[in-house]
């Protein structure tokens, strides 16, 4: 099993599509035996489904994200686990335990209405974005 992290200074990033790191981890008997840190290079939104696929990763722990995204990683077979805030490595223990608290409808809808950018709270239910029906892409 390989899970990828959205990743920044410790913690799972809030925004799927913008992105900077990875935080990769490598799975062996249930527990983590590897990691590594990846640049996107400044990949977006779609390319982010492909440049996983080709990590061999399986599995995505993330802040929000949109439905386009979503539809790419599920093209891709990596299973999605989305609205988680907090510490990354942390995130990644309690998949593994079955403990990890997502949201499993997780959307981002506003998208073009202003209240979205640099600095943003995706993942964070600053604007709705991660709870309830909430999410980025």
Known sequence: MKIAVTYANGSVFEHF???QQFKIYEIEDGRVAGEEIVDTEGS?????????SS????T??????????????AEAGIRLFG????????AVKALLAGTLKFDADVRCSHHG???????G????????????GGGCQ
């Open 17 to 19: 599509g913008h992105t």
């Open 44 to 52: 977006g939104h779609g390319a982010l489904a492909g440049m996983l």
């Open 55 to 58: 990590l061999k990763v399986d």
């Open 60 to 73: 995505l722990i993330c802040g929000g994200i949109g439905a386009g995204a979503q539809n790419a990683l």
């Open 83 to 90: 609205g988680v805030s907090g510490s990354a490595d942390e």
């Open 113 to 119: 209405n202003g209240n979205h950018g640099a600095g």
């Open 121 to 132: 709270h995706c993942g964070r239910d600053k604007h709705g974005c991660a709870g309830k």
